[in-house]
């Protein structure tokens, strides 16, 4: 599968390990997680990524990574995991929280879910994006998510329906983006 994606501004590095089978060499190439990934998602790996575009225009790339234990849609609690979104234009934050909002509701999230409340925490916590600018979400099982803009820490939301809800927006078999959700989710099975 070809590498689309290396991100300098993420500390993201090419290795290549070179491994003998039989008599013809291998060659297995891999992304390295970024150090604040590697942190939060200890031996996370790449399960895949893609890009999201709007009438055509690109907005960001994505990459999904998981650790040892993959991701299971039956069962996101199992595990840590990442999103990075690598933005291809300029957005304010408000908009990027109002947008969440928007898609979380769309996904199904429960329609008693304390939208007004999620809204005004992700305002506090994300800022404004320009070209370049990478927003990488931790989902942390049983306790909520944690955000970084280009690997310094913005800040938590410490509310499990929260992360369920936010991360749904692309991982849901409801996304309004199946196409991204197939390529993040490509590789993210427990190997």
């Not at 013809?24 to 891999?30: F, G, K, Q, V």
């Not at 990442?82 to 429960?110: F, N, W």
């Not at 310094?152 to 991982?171: C, E, N, T, V």
């Amino acid at each position: 599968m070809p590498i689309r994606l290396l991100s300098v501004s993420l500390l993201t590095m090419l290795t290549v390990n070179s491994a003998s089978s039989n008599s013809s060499d291998a060659l297995e190439t891999r992304i390295a997680a970024p150090p604040h990934v590697q942190r939060a998602v200890p031996d996370a790996r790449l399960a895949g990524q893609g890009s999201f575009r709007w009438f055509g225009l690109l907005v960001y790339d994505a990459q999904f990574w998981v650790g040892p234990q993959g991701y299971q849609a039956s069962a996101p609690d199992i595990a840590p995991f990442a999103l990075d979104l690598h933005y291809a234009r300029s957005l304010d934050s408000d908009s990027i929280a109002e947008t969440s909002i928007e898609e979380m509701k769309k996904v199904g999230t429960p329609g008693d879910a304390p939208y007004d409340r999620w809204l005004l925490q992700m305002k506090g916590v994300f800022k404004n994006v320009v070209k370049g600018t990478h927003i990488t979400g931790i989902f942390l099982p049983n306790y909520g998510a944690r955000f970084f803009l280009d690997g310094k820490a913005l800040g938590d939301i410490a509310d499990p329906q929260f992360s369920h809800a936010f991360f749904s927006i692309w991982l849901s078999p409801k996304t309004s983006a199946p196409a991204l959700r197939k390529k993040l989710i490509a590789d993210a099975e427990q190997r």
